[in-house]
């Protein structure tokens, strides 16, 4: 079995995935995901440096980098066309277009009956403001396409909501607003892959942002039936084979906020003294030999 790790080649997860992959005699190569290329004709397919990817059997993608629109899109064409090829492709173009953009994501949980905060999402300064004051006053404004909890943050005065709109506004952004949820600095990530959690942690912050890349401490967490529930259907609802499912126990019960299409888990691992990759390996190449890998 031949296997294709693409997104960043010399990262810390690529050399975990490698590792386990190989420990069940699968060959495994890297590629970045910078450097995709198709084509069309006499001999239609895709490769990167030169390598067709469509004589892979499995293609794990583990990150689609920052670019232009027409850079993003054009790799996640190419997985498009690897499906087509017969390739599986994990997770799926589909599930990372999905998980990847925050309005998809939180349209799609709450079209499953899942429940998620109250978000609202406009191009407009002045429609913004006004889904500031219907939201209460105390939002999290997020961006829509982000991650580790960069570029969040959270608004409670009118006059601090306007500056922050209109920098947002002069950089041409989308507002995605969310219904601050009060959490007591804590939220739970919870790991699912088929239809299984095989981990969980509670992450708790010094203030209300608690991912582990913003000086979050993570710990063992064992998650209820209810919360593992929760979990399985929401990277069903998004169509992943494997996800990070971020939940924030709110004061009326228990709240999907994120679901991560491209998880990490160097800080789950930590926490739970689990390695992570074999977990997901194993679990991986039982689901592709079956051929119900989506």
Same mark, same amino acid.
């Given at each position: %079995?031949?296997?294709?790790?693409?997104?960043n080649p010399e990262?810390?997860?690529?050399? *975990?995935?490698?590792?386990a992959?190989e420990?069940?005699g699968?060959?495994v190569? !890297?590629?970045p995901?910078?450097?995709?290329s198709g084509s069309i004709?006499?001999?239609p397919?895709a &490769?990167?440096?030169g390598?067709?990817?469509?004589d892979?059997?499995l293609?794990?993608v $583990?990150?689609? /980098? &920052?670019? &232009?629109?027409? *850079?993003v899109?054009?790799?996640?064409d190419?997985?498009h066309?690897?499906r087509?090829?017969?390739?599986r492709?994990?997770?799926?173009?589909e599930?990372l277009?999905?998980?990847?953009?925050?309005f998809?994501t939180s349209a799609?949980l709450?079209?499953?009956?899942?429940?998620t905060?109250?978000?609202?999402v406009t191009?407009?300064l002045?429609?913004?403001l006004?889904?500031?004051r219907r939201?209460g006053?105390?939002?999290?404004?997020? /961006?829509? @396409?982000?991650?580790?909890?960069?570029?969040?943050? $959270?608004?409670?005065?009118?006059?601090?909501?306007? %500056?922050?709109?209109?920098?947002?506004?002069?950089?041409r952004?989308v507002f995605?607003?969310?219904?601050?949820?009060p959490?007591?600095?804590?939220? @739970?990530?919870?790991?699912?892959v088929?239809e299984?959690?095989?981990?969980? %942690?509670?992450r708790?912050?010094e203030d209300?942002r608690?991912n582990?890349?913003?000086?979050g401490?993570?710990? !063992?967490?064992a998650?209820?039936?209810?919360?593992?529930s929760?979990?399985?259907?929401?990277a069903?609802?998004v169509g992943?084979?494997?996800a990070?499912?971020?939940?924030?126990?709110g004061p009326?019960?228990?709240?999907?906020g994120?679901?991560?299409g491209?998880?990490g888990?160097k800080?789950?691992?930590?926490a739970l003294?689990?390695? %992570?990759a074999?977990?997901?390996?194993?679990?991986?190449l039982g689901?592709?030999?079956s051929g119900?890998? &989506?």
């Amino acid at each position: %079995m031949r296997a294709a790790l693409v997104g960043n080649p010399e990262g810390w997860h690529a050399t *975990q995935l490698e590792a386990a992959l190989e420990r069940r005699g699968v060959t495994v190569s !890297r590629f970045p995901a910078t450097r995709l290329s198709g084509s069309i004709g006499a001999s239609p397919g895709a &490769s990167s440096l030169g390598t067709s990817l469509a004589d892979q059997d499995l293609v794990l993608v $583990r990150a689609i /980098p &920052s670019g &232009s629109l027409e *850079q993003v899109i054009f790799r996640l064409d190419v997985l498009h066309l690897l499906r087509r090829r017969g390739v599986r492709v994990v997770n799926s173009p589909e599930a990372l277009e999905r998980s990847v953009d925050k309005f998809a994501t939180s349209a799609l949980l709450e079209e499953a009956g899942i429940p998620t905060p109250r978000t609202e999402v406009t191009e407009t300064l002045d429609e913004a403001l006004a889904c500031f004051r219907r939201l209460g006053g105390d939002v999290v404004v997020k /961006p829509l @396409f982000g991650s580790e909890g960069k570029g969040i943050v $959270r608004l409670r005065d009118p006059e601090t909501a306007w %500056m922050t709109f209109r920098a947002l506004d002069l950089g041409r952004s989308v507002f995605y607003l969310q219904q601050f949820v009060p959490h007591g600095n804590e939220d @739970f990530r919870l790991f699912v892959v088929g239809e299984e959690v095989t981990g969980a %942690m509670v992450r708790r912050g010094e203030d209300w942002r608690s991912n582990l890349a913003r000086g979050g401490r993570g710990e !063992r967490f064992a998650p209820d039936e209810h919360l593992r529930s929760l979990a399985v259907r929401a990277a069903r609802a998004v169509g992943a084979f494997y996800a990070g499912v971020d939940i924030l126990p709110g004061p009326d019960g228990p709240l999907v906020g994120e679901v991560n299409g491209i998880p990490g888990w160097k800080g789950l691992e930590s926490a739970l003294g689990v390695c %992570m990759a074999e977990l997901l390996v194993e679990r991986l190449l039982g689901a592709s030999f079956s051929g119900d890998v &989506s």
